[in-house]
């Protein structure tokens, strides 16, 4: 008796040429896969606002003065804004933006309180992640208004006049990856990610349960297939469903929303691989566990509802409470999100973008482990 | 292989939810044996078939088929045997051709297109090679499942109603391969409603609520009376032991 291999690549290239055949046959389900995507690109062609608070800041202080301070006081008071980080340089803090940690940086110059005294109107320099324009948005707009203000306290006696001068001193605000603000360069790349995420799942969530519900599960299990051959090979035909998907968007994102593409297209062309293939890997776990194809759909509606709610694709990340963050971070869309934003719009690189790529490599990883836990080899 | 006999279980038993489908049926059938699996709707056939080549679990019992241990070696035993289920359980979105063409791939069958050819023209399919599946009457579908089962020229035969819904003349000519195969020493499992067909099989087990009722030669069994007699009168026996 020969003994029976542990994982075969020709049982697992079977179930790969099954599938494609299936999946080409299956012209409803194949249509639905481009559809999808088209609706979705028209519907969500405009912005959904919100008015996030506490937003990270990190402050560069050139200029170690009392009125420095008050003016970060003020700025905290606004309530818009959390002193999370000091930096040294402006490079640093640069980094911290680019690699989307901190939402702004505000940078005191050094001389700030000298010429501030001398009426000579210094620079406060904010500058802005605005990726995300619903994002900074309010925020900015507190700041313009709070700044006439914030030195009325400091500025007495001889300096009395300064007060009351238009402004004491000029606040010039970067808004950097997305100067204009436009809310499409955020909604597009994301509905990328929010695409995949709802068709992925889906398609794969059905795989299983339908073997079983048509019957041809008990005839697939007589040939012994390991559970490794079934799952993958139910995955791989899907991986190129979803590029066709992931080149639509692209193509309406640079042709119809003229979203400027900054960073290299062949890495992001590289990593969504990773995020389709976590997508796909849910849909057959849920596929495992569901009894039938309703209760798989009902599964990828569980799973697409916190997606679009707390990744950061429908409210600012940054805008969510503590708890809704914690969830968040384990969706592999919150992650996708900050990859395809950063490459496109902030033209971030493997480096920058890595630490999400690995987390949503290890979501794959979990899921794949439940999928062939929970992959019966009998009928019982 | 071990011993004379292909198959050789005890106590096998099976339950749904506190429900016995099979109840502690000992079973042994020599090499080239053809047993007729026959009893009513329900009685446990397609439970005790599914046990036997492990795909159900059995809560009890134990024993070998084709030498390896039923409840160990089950996976082993699967790649043995021609299983055909009673339902239709190929791919109805894939062609008669394709269907052949993914059995023969999943027991990575040296010679994979030579003998899809070959299986396609014994079965007379050879013509209907790039019909969908799904759009066969159905007799010829469950000629293609028996074509299918046979492929990897498997030792055990377990098939699970081959002819219910064959015409008669295909009937006769798939019980005249049965024997030609149990002649080149393969083991048969079959289970029918059809006494005629049962008149064919070297030894017959009947089953009724899970019970093995009775096992032996048709002769034995049917004595001066036809099987059909027989085994009404033994249905409506259990029928009422089992009436609460
Ligand atoms: N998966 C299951 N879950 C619960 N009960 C089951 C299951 N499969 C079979 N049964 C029950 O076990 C009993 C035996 O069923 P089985 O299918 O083995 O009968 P059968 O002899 O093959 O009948 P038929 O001649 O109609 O094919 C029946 O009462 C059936 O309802
Ligand atoms: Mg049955």
Known sequence: MTPLPVFSPARLWAMVVKEFIQMRRDRLTFGMMIGIPLIQLMLFGFAINSDPKHLATAVLMADRTPHARTILQAIRTSGYFDFVREVQSEGEGGELLARGEIQFLVTVPSGFSRELLRGERPVLLLEADATDPAATGNAVASLKALLGSALQHELQGPFAHLATTAEPFELRIHPRYNPEGITQYNIVPGLMGVVLTMTMVMITGLAITRERERGTMENLLSMVPRPLEVLIGKIVPYILVGYVQVCLILLAARFVFNVPMVGSLVLLLAVVMVFIIANLAVGITFSTIARNQLQAVQMTFFFFLPSILLSGFMFPFRGMPRWAQYIGEVLPLTHFLRIIRGVLLKGNGLGEIWPQIWQIGLFVLVAVVIAVKRYRRTLD | ?244
């Open chain 2, 1 to 244: 292989m071990s011993g004379e006999l292909a198959i050789d279980v005890k106590g096998m038993t099976k339950q749904f939810d506190g429900v016995i489908a099979v109840n502690a049926i000992d079973l042994q059938l020599r090499r080239g044996e053809i047993c007729g699996f026959l009893g009513p709707n329900g009685s446990g056939k397609t439970t005790f078939i599914r046990m036997l080549c492990g795909l159900l679990r059995p809560d009890g019992g134990s024993g070998s088929c084709l030498g390896f241990d039923v409840i160990r070696e089950s996976e082993a035993i699967r790649k043995e045997v021609g299983y055909m289920t009673q339902r239709f359980s190929f791919y109805e979105d894939l062609t008669i051709a394709e269907n052949l063409d993914f059995v023969a791939r999943m027991f990575s069958l040296p010679g994979r297109k030579a003998a899809v050819a070959e299986s396609l023209e014994q079965l007379g399919l050879a013509g209907r090679r790039n019909q969908l599946a799904g759009e066969l009457s159905g007799g010829w579908k469950q000629r293609l499942a028996l074509a299918a089962c046979m492929l990897h020229r498997p030792q055990l035969l377990l098939l699970d109603e081959p002819t219910a819904g064959v015409d008669p003349k295909a009937r006769r000519d798939f019980w005249d391969r049965i024997h030609e195969l149990a002649g080149a020493g393969i083991t048969v499992l079959v289970s029918t409603h059809y006494m005629d067909e049962a008149r064919r099989c070297h030894n017959l087990a009947y089953l009724s609520y899970g019970n093995l009722l009775v096992h032996g030669t048709p002769d034995e069994i049917a004595g001066d009376a036809t099987l059909e007699e027989v085994f009404i009168r033994l249905t409506e026996a259990s029928t009422d032991n089992y009436q609460p």
